[in-house]
Every structure is written in C-alpha cells, then in structure tokens.
C-alpha cells in the first residue's frame, strides 16, 4: 500500500473528533447541551480540564456505540433461536448452529476488548478448564429448577415459600414429562435416575400446591 511505502504519508482515512465527521453537515462541533455535558467534578477534585472533558464525552459516545454493536449481534443469536410464543414453534430461521457463530463471535469481541468499555463491569466468567461442558441431563435440571420455583416451593426445605403459578409449573412438568420419554435412552444412567427423582418430585409438589389452593386446604 502507498501508506506503507512512504511512512510520512498521512493516511487516507484518520479517526479523530476534532476533524468533519462522515455524517456531519458542517465541521463545526456541536454546543454541550445540559444533557451532552460532562457531570461536574467534586470540589474536593476541582473543575474538568478541557481534556478531560472532551475524554469523558468520548468515552459516552464509545460505550453507546458499543452497546449498539453488542445489542445487534445479540439480536443475531436470538433471531436464530427464535420460537414463536403463540404455536411454540420455532421460527424458519432457528438454527442453533448459527447462533452460536454469533456467540462466538461476542465472546472473540470481548476478549479483544481485554475487559475494557461496557465489558469492563461484568463479573469475571470461569475460564474455559472451569465450566461444565453441556450435557442433556442439564435439561430436566433446569426444567426441574423452573419448575420448583414456578410452584412457589423453597428447594432447600421443600416448603412453600412464594405465589405458585400453577400454569408455569404444569407447563414445566409436561416439558419433563416430554423429555423423560423423548431423549432418555441417550443420557447416562446418573443423569436419567435424576430427571426422574426431579419429575416425581415436581409431580408431588404440584399435586400438594394444588391441594393447599382448593377450599380447606386439603384434598376432598
């Protein structure tokens, strides 16, 4: 390239705030407006030097242009998981295969970004020796937590503790039901005797919310 045969060469395109932004009609900056300016500092730290100013609106302007970025390719992964609410199928375009692409892809941004930005707040993830690689009995798990919780039942004592919703625990329980029969053959002996342990015990204590619910408190 030009550029790199001749390094006194100015590049073609240079990133800087104080030049005609692309989508800019005129090379004047904009006024601070009372919501585009930076928060006052403390009188213990004293006022904003103008470099510290103008670094402070770029920082805003780079993590909104961050989240944008992180919320499309977010928007990618879902559309590719996408299943419709009202028929509980899946929409034409779910591919778990593609949205994991696009995970990969947020997971490659962030380890660019080196934790830095809006990446920077997010609690530390386990490194990749840590985490447990996904198995089918993490299914009737989650569904048997779901399920738990939908009932309004303490799963350290087996007690009711919260508002049961009732149709959120059956639907729970069916889907255990459905993947008791469906895909139990293929999951280790450990993890088939546990979905059903959780079915049974889901089954109970819906039977028991549903019992407490009706006039009495008691099963006729």
Same mark, same amino acid.
């Given at each position: 390239?030009?550029?790199?045969?001749?390094?006194?060469?100015?590049?073609?395109?240079?990133?800087?705030?104080?030049?005609?932004?692309?989508?800019?009609? %005129?090379?004047?900056?904009?006024? /601070? *407006?009372?919501?585009?300016?930076?928060?006052?500092?403390? #009188?213990?730290?004293?006022? @904003? %030097?103008?470099?510290?100013?103008?670094?402070?609106?770029?920082?805003?302007?780079?993590?909104?242009?961050?989240?944008? /970025?992180?919320?499309? /390719?977010?928007?990618?992964?879902?559309?590719?998981? !996408?299943?419709?609410?009202? *028929?509980?199928?899946?929409?034409?375009? !779910?591919?778990?295969?593609?949205?994991?692409?696009?995970?990969? @892809?947020?997971? @490659?941004?962030?380890?660019?970004?080196?934790? $830095?930005?809006?990446?920077?707040?997010?609690?530390?993830? #386990?490194?990749?020796?840590?985490?447990? #690689?996904?198995?089918?009995?993490?299914?009737?798990?989650?569904?048997?937590?779901?399920?738990?919780?939908?009932?309004? =039942?303490?799963?350290? %004592?087996?007690?009711?503790?919260? $508002?049961?919703?009732?149709?959120?625990?059956?639907?729970?329980?069916?889907?255990?039901?459905?993947?008791? %029969?469906? =895909?139990?053959? $293929?999951? $280790?002996?450990?993890?088939?005797?546990?979905?059903?342990?959780?079915?049974?015990?889901?089954?109970?204590?819906?039977?028991?919310?549903?019992?407490?619910?009706?006039?009495?408190?008691?099963? #006729?």
């Amino acid at each position: 390239m030009s550029d790199q045969q001749n390094p006194e060469s100015e590049p073609s395109i240079i990133i800087n705030d104080r030049r005609m932004r692309f989508d800019e009609e %005129t090379g004047r900056e904009e006024p /601070l *407006t009372e919501s585009r300016r930076p928060e006052a500092a403390s #009188p213990e730290e004293g006022p @904003l %030097t103008e470099n510290e100013s103008e670094k402070s609106l770029r920082q805003r302007a780079e993590e909104a242009r961050e989240g944008r /970025l992180l919320a499309l /390719l977010s928007g990618m992964v879902a559309s590719h998981l !996408f299943v419709d609410p009202a *028929t509980g199928l899946p929409d034409e375009r !779910f591919s778990p295969a593609e949205a994991r692409f696009y995970l990969d @892809l947020i997971d @490659l941004y962030a380890a660019a970004r080196a934790k $830095t930005g809006l990446l920077a707040d997010l609690p530390p993830e #386990p490194g990749a020796g840590e985490k447990e #690689p996904p198995r089918l009995g993490h299914i009737p798990a989650i569904l048997g937590a779901m399920a738990v919780h939908a009932l309004g =039942v303490d799963p350290a %004592t087996g007690r009711p503790g919260g $508002t049961a919703n009732m149709e959120a625990a059956r639907l729970y329980i069916d889907l255990l039901d459905f993947v008791s %029969t469906s =895909v139990a053959e $293929t999951m $280790t002996a450990e993890d088939r005797d546990y979905m059903n342990d959780i079915l049974y015990q889901t089954k109970m204590f819906f039977v028991r919310q549903r019992d407490l619910a009706r006039p009495g408190g008691a099963a #006729p």
